[in-house]
T-cell receptor
Framework: DAKTTQPTSMDCAEGRAANLPCNHS???????VYWYRQIHSQGPQYIIH???NNETNEMASLIITEDRKSSTLILPHATLRDTAVYYC?????????????FGTGTRLLVSP | NAGVMQNPRHLVRRRGQEARLRCSPM?????VYWYRQLPEEGLKFMVY????????ESGMPKERFSAEFPKEGPSILRIQQVVRGDSAAYFC?????????????FGQGTRLTVV
C-alpha cells in the first residue's frame, strides 16, 4: 500500500472548517483513500473514503486532487468533540482491511 | 462504531496467565481483523479471519498468540502465558467484504494490562 504523509498536528477554532491534508504521491490506480479518526483511546472511527471523485457524507467531505497524489479531509464546522487523531490511509480495492498502515496521523485540536 | 462489540473492555492478567479477547462483528459482516496498539503508537495489524478460516496472520507473533472465528459465535483472540509486553489495546474491526466500496468498522477495544 502507498505511504501517506500528514502534518503532525493542527489547530482549529470551534465552528470553523478544519482542512486536514494528506499526501499520497505514490498511490496506485486501484487504491482508495480512507480517513479514520481516533478520539482519545477509543476505537478508530470510520469517516469517509474515495477513489477519484470528491465525496461527502454527514461527517465530512473528501477532496481528492485530479492526479490523486493528495487529498484533503474537510470538517465543515468543527466542534470540540472533533478533537482527535486523524489517519489518512490508502488501501487497494482488491484486498481486505488487513495491514492498514495507520502511521502517526494528524492530531487535531479544536479550541473554543 | 457501536456495531462491533468487544469484550471485556478492560482485562487484567498476571504474567503467565491466559487472556481471551472476544469480538462480535457487525450484523452481516463476515470479515474480522484484529489490530494491536501499544502505548503511544499506531495500530498494527495482527490477523484477518473469515468464518472458520484464517486468511492472513502475518502480523501475529508466532508463539503464544492464536485467533479463531468459528461458524457460530464471536471471534476470539487468545494470548497464552502473557508477558508485560503484551499490555496494549486490542481492536477488532469487521467488514462485509473486501471490495473497494466496503468500509471497515472498529470496536472500542480491549485494554489488556499484564501485571
Amino acid at each position: 500500500d502507498a505511504k501517506t504523509t500528514q502534518p503532525t498536528s493542527m489547530d482549529c477554532a470551534e465552528g470553523r472548517a478544519a482542512n486536514l491534508p494528506c499526501n499520497h504521491s505514490t498511490i496506485s490506480g486501484n487504491e482508495y483513500v480512507y480517513w479514520y479518526r481516533q478520539i482519545h483511546s477509543q476505537g478508530p472511527q470510520y469517516i469517509i473514503h474515495g477513489l477519484k471523485n470528491n465525496e461527502t457524507n454527514e461527517m465530512a467531505s473528501l477532496i481528492i486532487t485530479e492526479d490523486r497524489k493528495s487529498s484533503t479531509l474537510i470538517l465543515p464546522h468543527a466542534t470540540l468533540r472533533d478533537t482527535a487523531v486523524y489517519y489518512c490511509i490508502v488501501r487497494a480495492s482488491n484486498t481486505g482491511f488487513q495491514k492498514l498502515v495507520f502511521g502517526t496521523g494528524t492530531r487535531l485540536l479544536v479550541s473554543p | 462504531n457501536a456495531g462491533v462489540m468487544q469484550n471485556p473492555r478492560h482485562l487484567v492478567r498476571r504474567r503467565g496467565q491466559e487472556a481471551r479477547l472476544r469480538c462480535s462483528p457487525m450484523k452481516g459482516h463476515s470479515h474480522v481483523y484484529w489490530y494491536r496498539q501499544l502505548p503511544e503508537e499506531g495500530l498494527k495489524f495482527m490477523v484477518y479471519l473469515q468464518k472458520e478460516n484464517i486468511i492472513d496472520e502475518s502480523g501475529m507473533p508466532k508463539e503464544r498468540f492464536s485467533a479463531e472465528f468459528p461458524k457460530e459465535g464471536p471471534s476470539i483472540l487468545r494470548i497464552q502465558q502473557v508477558v508485560r509486553g503484551d499490555s496494549a489495546a486490542y481492536f477488532c474491526a469487521s467488514s462485509s467484504g473486501q471490495g473497494g466500496i466496503s468500509e471497515a468498522f472498529f470496536g472500542q477495544g480491549t485494554r489488556l494490562t499484564v501485571v
